[in-house]
């Protein structure tokens, strides 16, 4: 179900000191933390049972975690004042109201009917809470899943390397909650600071006196400077080569990309995928191959697109600071220049920002050729600071690279398949990217499974009986299948159509209950070949059938029925969510069939 949590004017990160049974076992040291939460009191934003001791050795409840996320939401007083009550029965009185506020307001559920649950907060949860309040969403993945929050925690600032997320204590909420505030939020240049300055929470000039934007830098551990062999054996292997298709499945060009999460968001070059029907990355230690499934988003004037590769569990580069991108210093490319694939070279920054047709990129001199583009630049430290673009044609050692700060705040609310992005223009090429929109939009918005099948279905209950509607994408046959399921005055009917990318004959498959509670064989069943551009919706023909085939014409004449049923709403998806580039007719079936 969906939930969409609206975050309010600021976040106010305030945890009061509330009794808990559970202590650290571990005393570490926390007087730098001690240090960050007085300038958070200062400013209003946290609070402790006194005003030196914020009790930070230990870990946050999931109760106190709920009162976070109110106070986060600026409904404190409403959740106090109100009469929000829940079915909990082992939530303690001083939480009452804060989680059944929660609860009423569909914030949040308990591990059980009855059971809230008295677990420790997780550093999985307080991340999702404060990527929130910046404007990340993790509604149906969005932005992030809200298990999963590490990766784009790290890249936007707010996970510094000294927060401990396996044993995640108070100090660490202290520190990702200072390190937050510098952060701007989501597709602006307004940190989350000033949000809560222009609402009002402290002043400017608190601010400055008490918020020390080097504190977390110089306490969190140095990073350790890389050899060329350290950087090629860490890094290599978040690089992959690129190879892309036309619509008839032949090479047409190839490129370098890397992954910047472990769940196959990655990043090159929008000029390695323009034109491109199909493509696959390819993994330069590896050697296998995954299905590039579309793009999030790209610039085509900047020269950038974050796509989304198969799979999961890959290796990925961690953003690099910005700070680190100096003249002169130590950077490395790698990536696949001339199909030579996992190729690393060595140079410096030349110039930090080097202007060219209105675009800033990096002037480096580490050696970038035909291959290397929408590959990663590299700072001393491993981490990726450019995607590998251009060189100067007359000259030696000319290189330039984009800032992978580009691509900050990119959109990654609906994936559009390479066919989509770069439309086709004959039959058998438009049958090809209408197949691969729809299996990526099924993908993007499944909300149901069959076995291992992701599918989407829509359900609409009537007072006679009852329709469903089903497409489901099968990754082991890369097929799609399409489903219409029926009730009415008694019986049961369903119907089952195979669509392919290629040919224009698909398999269907129709049942017949004569009741509709029978969970046994069907009274009929009759599978036939349709050949689409022939389809009529008053005509079917079974070239098989079993059961009661006395009523042969009446149940050709069902499926006929919900043949066209099934092709309607496949069409409704095509038209509402597909922005209506492509259509069921170009499988084949002409319009005035259905």
Known sequence: MKRAISIFLCIVICITAIPTSVLAANQRDTSFERTLAAGLKQLGLFQGIS??????????SRAEAIVMLIRVLGKEAEALNGTYTHPFTDVAAWAAPYVGYAYQKGLTNGVSDTAFGTDEATAEMYLTFVLRALGYSDANGADFVWNRPFDLARRVGILPACVDTEDFWRADVVVISYAALPVCLKGSAQTLAQKLIAAGVFAQSVYDACYDAAAIDKHCAVKPELTAEQIYAQCSRAVFYIETYDAQGVATGSGSGFFIDSNGTAVTNYHVIDNAVSAKAIGSVSGNAYKILGVYDYSESEDWAVIKVEGSGFAYLSFGDPASVVGGATVYAIGSPLGLQNTISQGLISNPSRTEDGVAYIQTSAAISHGS????????????????SASYVDGQNLNLALPVSVINGFDRSSLTALSVLNPPSTPVQRQQAAFDALKAWIL????????????????????????QYTVYYSEQFDSITLTYYCTLNGMRMSLYTELTHTGQNFLSMFFYYAAENTSSYADFEGTGYIYAPLFQADSFIFDQCEGNTYNLSTYQSYAAFMQGEILNFTEYIFSSHLSGLYSITDFGFPNSSW
């Open 444 to 467: 993007q918005n499944y909300n149901t499974l069959s076995i291992d099948d992701k599918a989407y279905q829509e359900t609409y209950t009537y007072s006679s009986g009852t329709d």
């Open 51 to 60: 005003d030196t001791d914020f009790d930070l050795n230990r870990k946050p």
């Open 373 to 388: 583009s929408g590959g990663a630049l590299i700072n001393k430290y491993g981490e990726v600071i450019g995607i590998t």
